[in-house]
């Protein structure tokens, strides 16, 4: 039997885009910023409410641009910040970002009712903005849908394209990694015979209820049929 090629991707646009993303690095022209406002500028150190200010002025600006239709972000309910979807530029206002956002808006580009609205711009924690890229590079959204309103812990990156967006974590944050506890866990499966790691799994599985909760907050899970 003759072992199948390569796969090529016959759309020039897609080859194009994929070609960007893997020969971003330090040499790279900064043209990846984004026209939104004349006083945002990437990797800008603000304080806190100068920061949702920023944030909310680039959102604004790009609905009424006409350059997105929804703005996916945070907003404020007590303590929790639930996602907000904004197609209104009047709304922005709402908008919020601190350390209290930690859902993972990335997930929420999967669903039919949002991709209808693409373009869209979506406000990305540097562990967001690695999902984005990530997702793009699986072709499961195109270069021109999704525009990145790049979040920092301590700096607001201004609005990006995917393109900038890699380059801004190759060169901000190259060390974004998983969390302890779980590269430990990992080294334990590694470890495990074939047999010892299907006996883990099959013991995981028992707890589960088929809530699908974990397919719903992960952004990587873009399957139609879960298993």
Not at 121 to 142: H, I, M, N
Not at 153 to 172: F, I, R
Not at 180 to 195: F, H, I
Request: hydrophobic content about 40%.
């Amino acid at each position: 039997v003759k072992a199948a090629g390569p796969f090529k991707d016959k759309n020039p646009a897609r080859r194009s885009f994929d070609g960007r993303l893997k020969a971003i690095g330090p040499d790279t022209a900064p043209t990846h910023v984004l026209s939104i406002a004349p006083d945002t500028t990437p990797a800008q150190a603000l304080e806190p409410v100068n920061f949702n200010e920023a944030l909310r002025a680039d959102a604004e600006r790009l609905l009424k641009e006409g350059r997105v239709k929804l703005v996916i972000g945070y907003r404020s309910k007590g303590a929790a910040r639930p996602p907000a979807f904004i197609t209104d530029a009047a709304r922005a206002s709402a908008l919020v970002q601190d350390e209290l956002c930690a859902k993972s808006l990335a997930s929420y580009l999967h669903k039919p009712e949002i991709r209808k609205k693409f373009p869209v711009a979506v406000v990305a924690s540097p562990a967001v903005c690695r999902s984005l890229v990530l997702l793009a590079a699986e072709t499961q959204f195109g270069e021109k849908d999704i525009i990145v309103l790049a979040a920092g812990p301590k700096e607001y990156h201004g609005a990006l394209d995917l393109a900038g967006t890699a380059k801004l974590l190759k060169e901000k944050y190259p060390d974004l990694a998983p969390g302890k506890e779980l590269l430990e866990a990992v080294s334990k499966l590694d470890a495990m015979t074939t047999e010892e790691r299907a006996e883990f799994w099959r013991l995981q599985f028992l707890k589960c209820t088929r809530c699908y909760a974990c397919r719903a907050v992960c952004p990587m899970c873009y399957c139609t049929t879960c298993i």
